[in-house]
């Protein structure tokens, strides 16, 4: 039995969960560009969708197998794809639109859209470099070459394409400044920490802005390289990022906290480690000078990152846990620790002072968890990279040059 007809028996017996997962192993990228024909593929797709109650994504892919060469269809399903969630899948499908169209600036785009939401950077790149005429008209596809240049470690191609954008508007300004802070970044600490496909927290800093407290000892060599997959956090996990934020941060006035209990905890404890006050979390405006503190970055509000996007004189935005399989809309200057999935250390309806005084007093983590941390290559990199300077903020981009693990 060939692996569509295997999907299709899991379909079949209304194994949904089963049959998901290897649709897309089978029809996701890179695998799926090299399907050919699709429509059996998105037929399956359909009917999983319709199942789980995605009626427009079901209609447009019973539209494409309807007409599977039609461009028109192959775009508006990849797209809803992405929307969906699927980027994977979406680019595998807009890959055989880009097939059909040749040099198209927008399936282009969108196929590169699909292909960062699935962390696939170095597929990009390639990508844009097979469609230099293109770049050569369009600003936004030679932003994109030289964007992902950079989230694929290819500072010298980023540099280059840097040279070729001309902004004629506030907003290609703004997309030309994304690629000139991350090269003025890299100018900043060179020679002082590798950049290679190991440095993680060299290349945090150089695409994003942010420093990086601790890295997971787990999988350090091979798979993680320093990132959490799924973690149970701990109070001594999050003791050991407040000790040195407030070594990084001595003579800061105060502490703020967005609002949300997991927030407050962590700016409390801060403050209380620190020897000074909490500030209430502004009604209006932007809270400056300072520290603001989250336990989360994921938790924090369209509303509230778009405040933090302009970083003022004195302020210093630190998360204890960053996402990094997805975009967030602001960078904090400094974080503990990358994840995928993580659980706070404690319970929903326990004692917020006792988890303050823990947090405030305990000693961190054991050594033995401390292992990777590289601390002369963390001070190297911190003697170069701190204070952060006042100037617009980056946002959190998902993965970069340094591989891990992920889950579905």
Not at 153 to 170: E, F, I, M, N, Q
Not at 180 to 187: E, F, G, P, T, V
Not at 327 to 350: M, R
Not at 383 to 403: C, D, L
Request: proline share 7%; aromatic share 6%; glycine share 8%.
């Amino acid at each position: 039995m060939d692996d569509l007809a295997s999907i299709a028996a899991l379909v079949a017996a209304g194994d949904d969960q089963q049959a998901l997962a290897r649709l897309r192993g089978r029809l996701g990228w890179p695998a799926g560009k090299e399907l050919a024909p699709l429509d059996g593929w998105i037929a399956l797709l359909g009917e999983l969708a319709a199942r789980r109650g995605a009626e427009q994504l079901a209609e447009l892919a019973a539209a494409t197998v309807r007409d599977p060469d039609s461009p028109d269809r192959l775009y508006e399903l990849g797209y809803a794809l992405i929307d969906a969630g699927a980027p994977a899948i979406a680019a595998s499908v807009l890959w055989r639109c880009l097939a059909l169209v040749g040099d198209s600036e927008e399936v282009v785009c969108e196929l590169v859209s699909a292909l960062e939401s699935a962390l696939a950077y170095r597929d990009a790149l390639a990508i844009l470099e097979e469609h230099a005429a293109l770049r050569t008209r369009s600003f936004l596809c030679q932003y994109l070459y030289g964007f992902n240049a950079a989230m694929a470690g290819r500072l010298d191609v980023a540099r280059a394409a840097l040279t070729d954008l001309h902004p004629d508007s506030p907003e290609t300004e703004r997309m030309r400044g994304v690629i000139a802070d991350i090269a003025a970044r890299a100018d900043r600490i060179a020679g002082v920490t590798p950049l290679d496909a190991h440095d993680l927290r060299g290349w945090q800093y150089v695409l994003t802005g942010t420093l990086v407290l601790h890295q997971s000892p787990y999988g350090f060599d091979e798979p993680m390289h320093g990132r959490y997959a799924w973690l149970q956090d701990s109070t001594a996990r999050v003791a050991t990022g407040l000790s040195r934020v407030a070594q990084l941060a001595a003579g800061a006035p105060c502490v703020y906290a967005p609002p949300g209990r997991n927030h407050t905890l962590v700016a409390e404890a801060l403050a209380r480690r620190m020897g000074i006050e909490t500030a209430p979390w502004p009604a209006i405006g932007v809270p400056a000078p300072g520290i603001i503190a989250l336990y989360d970055l994921a938790d924090l509000s369209e509303t509230d990152a778009a405040r933090l996007a302009d970083r003022r004189a004195g302020q210093i935005l630190f998360a204890h846990a960053s996402p990094w399989t997805q975009d967030s809309a602001v960078a904090p200057d400094i974080t503990t620790l990358l994840y995928q999935s993580i659980v706070p250390p404690w319970p929903s309806d326990g004692s917020d002072d006792a988890v303050i005084a823990e947090l405030a007093t305990g000693p961190g983590l054991p050594e033995d968890e401390l292992v990777a941390d590289e601390p002369a290559r963390w001070a190297a990199l911190v003697a170069r990279a701190w204070p952060p300077e006042p100037g617009t903020r980056s946002r959190m981009w998902a993965g970069g040059p340094v591989p891990s693990n992920r889950f579905d």
